[in-house]
C-alpha cells in the first residue's frame, strides 16, 4: 500500500522559512509525480508543487514560484518542499501526494490523486 507522511510544519514569521518533508513507501518513486497541495480555511485544495524522478522535471504554482522548491530523495524516500521567504498568505495545510506517471502532468490534479497523506499545518503569521 502507497503511504504518505507529511511532517515539518508549523508557525512562523513572514519572511521565513521552512522545510516540509513527506516520507513515502509502497512504490517505486520513478513510476509516479510526487508532490504538493494546500488547503487554507474556506478555500479549495489547490496545488503548489511536484515532480517526477523519473523525468527529472517539476512543477510550481505561479503563487509560489521563486520561493518555494520540490525536491527528492530516493535512497530516503522522501520528497521535500523547501518554502522561502513565506508569506501570510501561504498559510494552510500542506499535504503530500502522488499520481501515476503514466496518466501525466495533467492529472495531478486534487480529484485526481491516487493516494493522499496527512496534512502539516503551516501558520505564517507575525
Known amino acids: 500500500d502507497v503511504q504518505l507522511q507529511a511532517s515539518g510544519g508549523g508557525l512562523v514569521q513572514p519572511g521565513e522559512s521552512l522545510r516540509l518533508s513527506c516520507a513515502a513507501s509502497g512504490f517505486t518513486f520513478d513510476d509516479y509525480i510526487i508532490g504538493w497541495f494546500r488547503q487554507a480555511p474556506g478555500k479549495e485544495r489547490e496545488r503548489v508543487a511536484c515532480?517526477?524522478?523519473?523525468?527529472?522535471?517539476?512543477y510550481y504554482a505561479d503563487s509560489v514560484k521563486g520561493r518555494f522548491t520540490t525536491s527528492s530523495d530516493n535512497a530516503k524516500s522522501t520528497v521535500y518542499l523547501q518554502m522561502n521567504s513565506l508569506k501570510p498568505e501561504d498559510t494552510a495545510v500542506y499535504y503530500c501526494?502522488?499520481?501515476?506517471?503514466?496518466?501525466?502532468?495533467?492529472?495531478?490534479?486534487?480529484?485526481?490523486?491516487?493516494?493522499w497523506g496527512k496534512g502539516t499545518q503551516v501558520t505564517v503569521s507575525s
Open positions: 501526494a502522488v499520481v501515476s506517471l503514466g496518466r501525466g502532468w495533467g492529472a495531478f490534479i486534487a480529484s485526481e490523486m491516487d493516494s
Open positions: 515532480i517526477s524522478t523519473a523525468v527529472a522535471a517539476t
